[in-house]
């Protein structure tokens, strides 16, 4: 079955120091992979995706995100974090049967600290 | 600038009422989306639709029903309110799979 894993509920950074959020995905063929970021009481926004080509692909605000084949990951980082990127991150693995459909991870909330 | 927008930010309702949830995009885009989203959860598929009047079930569509009859407008019917859809409903536009998200409707059935 296709799925999208955020291994972890919650992540804490202090301001200044660099942060990853994890994913780990399952699909058949080559995935197309996506960051999104959630405000309070927002809807979320897209920060960047993996289609082909470089595995380290650079995004909105600062972030960027390393694509790993042999690991099935796609986690998210930024050198230096901010107490605004505190928010929740969601990984997005494209459907391989329905290629217009989104298969979402279950969250993750980041918590920078001043 | 992509524009999905949805017609209300918060809304509160009684069980059994019906309830309708409207969605408007500017983008032209052929693809239209309806998610729920619960702590713990994730984002989970309601409906969604790839053309006007054309719709398909998604991972949970209990409860639901949709309506696109413009091709800028999704609209999502909970035809009898219960406690249990108390949640953030989210629209989102978009194709092959790249999804641009409205703002969100908190929904609580009192």
């Known amino acids: 079955a296709q799925s999208v894993a955020q291994p972890e509920d919650q992540v804490n950074v202090a301001e200044g120091n660099p942060l990853t959020v994890k994913c780990t995905y399952s699909?058949?063929?080559?995935?197309?992979l996506f960051w999104y970021v959630q405000y309070p009481n927002r809807g979320l926004q897209f920060l960047l995706k993996?289609?082909?080509?470089?595995?380290l692909v650079k995004g909105s605000y600062g972030f960027e995100a390393e694509f790993n084949k042999s690991q099935t990951s796609f986690h998210l980082k930024k050198p230096s974090a901010l107490v605004s990127d505190s928010a929740l991150y969601f990984c997005?693995?494209?459907?391989?049967?329905?290629?217009?459909?989104?298969?979402f991870g279950t969250g993750t909330r980041l918590q920078v600290f001043p | 600038d992509v524009k999905v927008t949805q017609s209300s930010r918060y809304l509160v309702k009684r069980t059994g009422e019906k309830v309708f949830l409207e969605c408007v995009q500017d983008?032209?885009?052929?693809?239209m989306f309806w998610y729920r989203q619960d702590p713990g959860l994730g984002l989970r598929l309601i409906y969604f639709?790839?053309?006007?009047?054309?719709?398909e079930k998604g991972d949970i569509p209990e409860g639901y029903s949709v309506s696109r009859e413009k091709k800028e407008r999704f609209s999502l019917i909970l035809e009898s309110a219960s406690t249990n859809q108390t949640s953030m409903y989210l629209c989102?536009?978009?194709?092959?799979?790249?999804?641009?998200f409205g703002q969100g409707t908190r929904l609580t059935v009192v």
């Open positions: 989102a536009s978009g194709r092959q799979a790249e999804a641009f």
């Open positions: 699909v058949s063929g080559n995935p197309y």
């Open positions: 993996y289609i082909t080509g470089d595995n």
């Open positions: 997005a693995v494209r459907d391989t049967y329905n290629t217009d459909k989104l298969i």
């Open positions: 983008m032209d885009h052929e693809n």
């Open positions: 639709s790839y053309d006007v009047k054309m719709k």
